[in-house]
């Protein structure tokens, strides 16, 4: 079955520093989203994503946070200066057509960790 | 978004059928209604998406009421490996291609030998 692939696996990262969040999303699917969860609490909505533009983003989602899709395959989030609340797990996802008759399908996720 | 509402946790032991209801009284007439499972340090994982009666996939079964108010997930003969936090979410099915998903607390499923 076609999966979502996150790179790194976990992040070591210091207060300030820039980083960028790999994925791989599914060959055809049309939409891209990242989510984050801090530890122990709920997943959250960061951004979605079509058609090389943001479709929606969150308040968490600051200038801070910049999204892009490099090349037909890849699709990376990119925090420009961590701070130590951005330490967090955060998931790649992707859906088909973007409605919700197409669930979204997530990775595993990079853990990072803002020292 | 319809807000939903789903018991914290739960405890089952091997073997038996084990079903979360999720409440979601103010449920859309484009709403679909999809169950989301999650381990430790995993991303969530689709597990079944209806929008009324049952739906019956290979891992679980779905059913709606006539008036959609609330929804139950059943796992047939849970096993450890299904320890997890099951999500209940319901979404419009026309939401403009822009389907972020609002995740609450879940259900922490802890099944015993």
């Known amino acids: 079955e076609p999966e979502v692939t996150q790179t790194p696996s976990h992040q070591v990262t210091q207060m300030g520093q820039e980083v960028i969040l790999r994925c791989v999303p599914i060959?055809?699917?049309?939409?891209f989203y990242w989510y984050r969860q801090i530890l122990g609490q709920k997943v959250e909505f960061l951004v979605s994503f079509y058609n090389n533009e943001i479709s929606e983003k969150s308040e968490i989602f600051d200038d801070q946070f910049s999204v892009e899709r490099p090349d037909g395959s890849n699709f990376t989030l990119k925090i420009r200066s961590t701070k130590l609340e951005d330490s967090a797990m955060y998931f790649c996802?992707?859906?088909?057509?973007?409605?919700?008759?197409?669930?979204?399908?997530f990775g595993d996720g990079t853990r990072l960790s803002i020292l | 978004l319809a807000k939903t509402t789903q018991p914290i946790s739960m405890d089952s032991y091997e073997g038996q059928e084990v079903n979360i209801t999720c409440s979601h009284n103010?449920?859309?007439?484009?709403?679909?209604i999809t169950w989301y499972q999650q381990f430790p340090s995993q991303g969530p994982r689709f597990i079944i998406q209806g929008y009324k009666t049952k739906v019956t996939n290979e891992v679980a079964s779905l059913f709606i009421p006539a008036d959609r108010k609330s929804s139950t997930l059943s796992l047939p003969r849970v096993s450890l490996s299904d320890t997890a936090v099951y999500y209940c979410?319901?979404?419009?099915?026309?939401?403009?291609?822009?389907?972020?998903?609002?995740f609450g607390a879940g259900t922490r499923l802890a099944v015993h030998p």
């Open positions: 060959s055809n699917h049309l939409y």
């Open positions: 996802a992707s859906s088909g057509t973007g409605t919700g008759r197409q669930p979204q399908h």
């Open positions: 979410l319901v979404g419009d099915r026309f939401s403009g291609g822009y389907n972020k998903l609002i």
């Open positions: 103010n449920i859309a007439t484009n709403d679909y």
